[in-house]
Every structure is written in C-alpha cells, then in structure tokens.
C-alpha cells in the first residue's frame, strides 16, 4: 500500500515582465536540498540550474522558465521562499563611515513579500534609432548572462554579443525583420553602422533594465550616522 502523500497548498503571484498570473507551491525538502547542494558546489552554473529547476518544479502553470528575463526568475524566487522558509528575512548591514569598526553593523528586518520589481519611467524595449529605423529588445535570460557572466560594460565585443542576443526584432515602416531569422553576420553589419549616439540608446535598454530592489534606512549604532540605501538583486535575499 502506498504511503499517503502531502498535497501542497498553492498561491499565486503575477509575472513582472509579463502580467500573467500564476500558481505555486512553496519548497519541498527534496527541493531545498537540491538548493543546498548546488550552494555547497559553488559553481554559479550549477546553482542557476538548480534555482530553475525548483521553479520550474514549484509552478503550477505551463511556462518557459529558461526564457524568463532575470528579474522575473529573482522576483518569483523570492515570493515563493517566502512562503516556504519565512517571509521576514534580516540583513547585517554596515555604517559607511566606520568601516573598520565591527560593532558598526544593524541587523535590518525585511519582509520579501512586499518586495517588487522596480521598472524606471525612461525604460523602454522598443528604441527608435534612425528615420523610421528601430529595434525591440528583449529581456537577458540567466543563460544569457550566465554567458556572459564577466561583461565589461568597456568591452565593445562583450556588449555586441549582449546586445545581439537581447534583440528580439528591427523593424522599419512596412517591415519587421525578426533577429532569430537574420544571421549574426546581418546583425553585426547592422550594429556597426550605428553611430555612437544611436549605439548609447541601445545601451540605456540595460542601464534601465527593471530591477528587483528594496529602499532601506537605519542608523549605525556607532556613530549615529543615518542611512538610505537602494538593496538589490536576489543574492541579498536569499
């Protein structure tokens, strides 16, 4: 006779990027285990692969988590830690003047659950670039910036290979011309007869991209000095 199972109980939570609504589970132990041991390795591969593979488990819907953009994936990881380890997670965090004081560090309680994406009002992914010439971005995925995990924002190679990646179409006035049909080479071409002002604007897509963020204050407990800070990405609420 088989073992009688637990049925998890599911919530819901909506897409940053895209609006859609869907369900989840909170984490079983088979899932924080397959976390602890891909933490344990180090490997920032093996760990992305691991924290999509929990999503992908904990979602009750039909979607393509490797096509998700990267603060989706933090946004949802974080909402369903939420409801299976705790929603209030606390961060030790440092006075900016005594840095060399041990005793200038405050513990910071936050409630992930009332985190959000944060989409900046200049941020847009269609970008207009010359006459009636322009493009539409499109969101990098883990694996995109797994590939491209040392970008130097400097290195003009490195931002090209972003950028190419990251454009879903160039469209004019009676064309679209979808980049998954275009060869590299076109889209190389296309790129490099840009001019420096017109490249910039593609570079604004990713300097606006929408973040997962949290403002908090606190005082040092040494010096008194207040704080305001801007916390960000999901490695601070893990």
């Known amino acids: 006779m088989a073992l009688p199972i637990q049925n998890a109980v599911t919530y819901s939570l909506k897409i940053p990027s895209t609006g859609q609504q869907i369900q989840y589970r909170p984490f079983l132990i088979k899932d924080e285990k397959n976390l602890l041991i891909a933490q344990q390795s180090e490997d920032p591969k093996v760990m992305v692969d691991s924290l999509k593979n929990v999503i992908k488990n904990c979602i009750k819907d039909d979607i393509n988590v490797d096509e998700l953009a990267t603060f989706d994936i933090e946004y949802m990881f974080t909402q369903i830690r939420a409801k299976s380890v705790g ?36 941020h847009n992914k269609k970008i207009e670039l010359f006459d009636d ?36 179409s160039i469209y004019n006035s009676s064309e679209i011309f979808h980049s998954k049909e275009q060869t590299r080479e076109e889209i190389v071409e296309f790129l490099n007869n840009l001019s420096s002002e017109q490249f910039a604007k ?37």
């Open 87 to 122: 929603e209030q997670i606390e961060l030790n965090m440092k006075c900016d003047k005594c840095v060399d004081d041990e005793k200038a560090v405050t513990k910071v309680s936050i409630d992930i659950t009332q985190l959000e994406v944060d989409i900046p009002d200049n």
């Open 133 to 168: 010439v322009g493009i539409v971005m499109k969101y990098p995925s883990f694996d995109i910036i797994g590939d491209l995990a040392n970008l130097d924002e400097n290195n003009i190679d490195q931002m090209f290979d972003l950028v190419i990646k990251c454009i879903d």
């Open 202 to 238: 593609i570079q604004g897509f990713f300097e606006t991209m929408p973040k997962l963020s949290k403002a908090i204050e606190y005082d040092c407990p040494v010096c008194q000095t207040h704080h305001k800070k801007l916390i960000e990405g999901m490695q601070n609420f893990f």
